[in-house]
Every structure is written in C-alpha cells, then in structure tokens.
C-alpha cells in the first residue's frame, strides 16, 4: 500500500481533577485554621516572617503593610503578658468592715455565703433557707424560685442548678395543729447560684449572707443536719 501507518495517542490533561484537588487543599488548609486560635495563626505568620527574612533572596518591600516600624512578635507578647501575671498582685480579699456586716452579700469575698431570711413558722421566728408552702399546679423548682423572690425585696437574680431537690428536711408539726391529712411537712431544698449583678446589701436586717461554719448559730441542729450535707465550703 502507498500509504504508511503511523501510530498516535492524544496526551491531555484533566483540568477538572487538578481543580478538584485544588479546592480540597484549600478546603485542608482553612479547616486546619479554623482549629487554631489568632494568637496561634499569629505565631504561624511570624515564624514564615522570621523565615523569609533569614533567606538569602529576602525583600523588605515584599512586607506589606509593614513599612519600618518596629514589629512586636507574638513570642515577645507571651513574655509580656507572663512577666505582667509575676507582678499581679489580686486585690485583698478579707476586709475587716465589711466582713463584719452579716446583711452585705459582699463580705468574705474568698468564701462562698449562704443566704438565710427570718421566717415566721407557727407562733415563732426561725432563721431559715428561704422557703415557701407548696401551691397546687406548681413543680418544686417553680416553689424554690417563688420562695426566693418572695423574702428577697431586693430582687436577687440566681440561676437555679436542676430541677431535682439537693436535699429533704422533714418534721412533724405540733399536736395542736395535726389533722387527719396533715401531721407533718417536708421540706425540699434547691440550689441556686447567685448572679454577679446582685445588689451589695440586703434592704433590711430580715436576710443574711453566711458562711457555712457561721450557720449552726442560727440553724437549729436538726434542720443544720440536713443543710450541712450539701452546702460545700469552697
């Protein structure tokens, strides 16, 4: 045959699967990111910095932004902010004045207080946790944050922790006053932590903030019994 045969392939390249590895290497690199922290990003910035600036083809102008002023590494914050926490000193916690005033909730500042409300229980006045009878319709956690706001004229703000009781007191009540469907009470405790915005002193002398070993002088020793089991001393 006159005619010769030559062999022949077409050599391409794929641009789709180079663009597909491409964005999965961006897509590796800003979840890599996204994991780390500005400090810890600006760490990174400043060692590939400190890195161009060893090499031998380095060119300032190439700095944007940068100009001549003088850059504070991310290191050198670190030895900052750790010489500033050896000369921290916190601010005194134990003020004799106001440690002495019972109705301010900002006494013993390094000591967790318990609140205490004067309460009128049968013919006397007892020093209780704030507490109010339970009402048809309501959960016992609704009764513990009515119970609160009730005594607290001064509107404290708590978070309450759950909605199961931390603690049960029960006592019969006095014979006089038993009936067929009623010859006792209990008492179910909650806790509540109260919010930094609270005011710095009870409106009257009816409230009091103590400290766990400063309860049993107000507390009779049964209902001491009971709270002490889940008032922690911090």
């Known amino acids: ?49 400190m890195s161009r600036k060893q090499a031998d ?36 916690r134990f003020r004799a004045d106001a440690d002495k005033d019972l109705t301010s909730v900002q006494r013993c500042l390094a000591d967790s207080l318990v609140l205490l409300a004067e309460q009128q229980v049968g013919a006397e006045k007892l ?50 006053t038993r009936t067929e469907s009623s010859i006792g009470t209990k008492v179910f405790f909650f806790k509540a932590i109260l919010a930094d915005s609270a005011p710095g002193k009870a409106p009257n002398s009816a409230l009091l903030w103590l400290k766990k070993s400063e309860l049993q002088k107000y507390l009779k020793p049964a209902y001491m019994m009971k709270v002490d089991r889940f008032v922690l001393s911090l």
């Open 1 to 49: 045959s006159p005619w010769g045969a030559v062999g022949c392939h077409r050599v391409y390249k794929d641009t789709r699967c180079c663009r597909f590895m491409l964005t999965l290497n961006y897509f590796q690199m800003e979840l890599e990111k996204s994991l780390l922290s500005d400090h810890e990003l600006r760490l990174m910035e400043d060692a590939e910095r």
């Open 127 to 176: 020093w209780l946790l704030p507490q109010a009878a339970w009402q048809e319709g309501e959960t016992l956690r609704q009764t513990a944050e009515r119970a609160l706001s009730s005594v607290s004229a001064a509107d404290f703000k708590a978070t309450f922790l759950g909605n199961a009781p931390c603690g049960v007191y029960k006592y019969k009540l006095p014979k006089a």
């Open 57 to 92: 083809d380095y060119d300032s102008d190439e700095e944007e932004g940068r100009d001549d002023q003088e850059i504070m590494m991310a290191q050198d914050l670190e030895d900052t902010w750790e010489q500033r926490l050896k000369s921290f000193q916190p601010a005194p």
